[in-house]
């Protein structure tokens, strides 16, 4: 059995659409293969993510596995489908209606110029604000830095200083995998006057130590620094080694989450029957 495969970088740095961002594999399907088939095939990829897709009448049904397991919302993979469905497959409706194990989603294409982006709709996952030192302290020991506030929805989030300490974070990755959440993400202001705020994802319960560039993430961030800053509209960066770029528009009850793509590679795929 022959599938076609894509390999899309999704939130591409802006200005760099080459060799940034977080490549995703999307493989479109005529029906679902067996779970354990995908993941296998998620594994052999390697990647972060490997998105599986079918049509059913309008909607196309997406579901999501990383080297190890099937998650449930992804954001860069989202993307990276859209760009497949919209600039591969030729689906030229402006919206492109989508759903998954989280419920009911959306992309709409933003044509601007000679470019193209996506905007992900999102739900708004506001974290909570976690009180007291204990979990404070163990953070701060785990990354070697000092945190200065916990928040948590699906994943923790740790407010540091300043962008430099999200830079230069190192951490233990044997004991994250041990700690009790699903990933953590770590962000500061921004030094850049034009960015509102950094992060970095780390994420290996999950199979992946850091993740480049991590859409799901901004469901909680946004609405984290929209109440900081007192602003809707916000622009991101992920300053993982490859880095990339994501617009925000933060809602009672979505994240818009904006970014570009780049089609990097594509080929076919041969499992045996």
């Not at 972060?48 to 954001?75: I, M």
């Not at 928040?151 to 994250?176: F, G, K, S, T």
């Amino acid at each position: 059995m022959d599938l076609p495969i894509f390999q899309i970088d999704a939130f591409t740095l802006q200005g760099s659409k080459v060799l940034s961002g977080n490549p995703a594999a999307v493989i479109p399907l005529n029906e679902w293969l067996a779970d354990e088939l995908m993941q296998m095939i998620a594994t052999e990829n390697n990647l972060s993510e490997t998105t599986f897709f079918v049509k059913e009448d309008d909607t196309y049904h997406l579901r999501w596995f990383t080297p190890s397991n099937e998650v449930e919302l992804c954001g860069h993979a989202t993307l990276a489908s859209a760009h497949v469905i919209h600039q591969i497959l030729d689906d030229d409706r402006a919206v492109l209606p989508m759903s998954c194990v989280a419920g009911d989603i959306s992309v709409s294409v933003i044509n601007e110029d000679s470019s193209t982006r996506y905007r992900l709709d999102f739900p708004n996952r506001s974290p909570e604000l976690l009180k007291g030192k204990r979990a404070l302290n163990k953070i701060s020991k785990l990354l070697g830095v000092n945190a200065l506030e916990l928040h948590q929805d699906r994943d923790l989030i740790a407010v540091l200083e300043n962008e430099q300490a999200v830079r230069d974070c190192q951490p233990d990755y044997a004991a994250l995998k041990e700690y009790e959440c699903f990933a953590l993400a770590i962000t500061a202001p921004s030094d850049d006057k034009e960015i509102d705020f950094v992060s970095r994802f780390f994420a290996p319960k999950q199979g992946i130590d850091e993740d480049p560039v991590t859409g799901s993430s901004f469901c909680s961030l946004g609405p984290l620094w929209s109440a900081k800053l007192g602003k809707n509209q916000l622009k991101a960066r992920q300053i993982s080694p490859r880095g990339g770029d994501v617009e925000l528009q933060v809602s009672e009850n979505t994240v818009g989450i904006i970014g570009a793509t780049y089609h990097y590679m594509q080929g076919v795929i041969r499992i045996p029957e």
